[in-house]
């Protein structure tokens, strides 16, 4: 959203012509709008699974502790295995949130219907965790 905006900003400030229509193509509400930030969470959500966890140290991390993933050899097989689990578990997961982030939008859209500002991805993303929380808490007792 920050990104997005940021053509915005610079057309406000620098008055400069050719940014003004750039800006208003990737307002809230415009066609690209939507499309780019799908592609935007989908990009960041990928490069920010790599950031957080480093294949090449969990399987380290796995040989250090004796531990092994079953029929895979340790070092280098080991790296190779979780790379690719995360990459298919990192787009499942970028796809989820470009989801949660386009429902309201389509809801909006195809209903005409303005949606509060507080009915966004993130509030569906929270209650969702909150209820399977409590569902495993309840499971617990």
Do not use: H
């Not at 895979?72 to 790296?79: I, N, W, Y």
């Not at 219907?113 to 929270?126: A, D, K, R, V």
Request: net charge neutral; glycine share 6%.
């Amino acid at each position: 959203g920050s990104l997005l905006s940021l053509p915005a900003l610079a057309a406000n400030y620098t008055k400069a012509g050719w940014l003004t229509p750039v800006a208003k193509s990737l307002l809230p509400g415009s066609p690209g709008y939507i499309p780019l930030s799908m592609v935007l969470i989908c990009i960041f959500s990928y490069v920010s699974t790599f950031q957080v966890l480093d294949p090449k140290d969990m399987a380290s991390n796995l040989r250090k502790q004796a531990a092994a993933i079953p029929q895979v050899r340790p070092g280098k097989e080991t790296e190779l295995y979780l790379r690719e689990v995360l990459e298919r578990s990192s787009v499942f997961g970028a796809v989820i949130l470009a989801t949660l982030f386009v429902l309201p939008n389509l809801i909006e859209l195809l209903t005409n219907l303005s949606t509060p500002n507080s009915f966004g991805g993130t509030s569906i993303l929270i209650l969702v965790g909150v209820a399977a929380d409590t569902w495993r808490q309840l499971q617990a007792e």
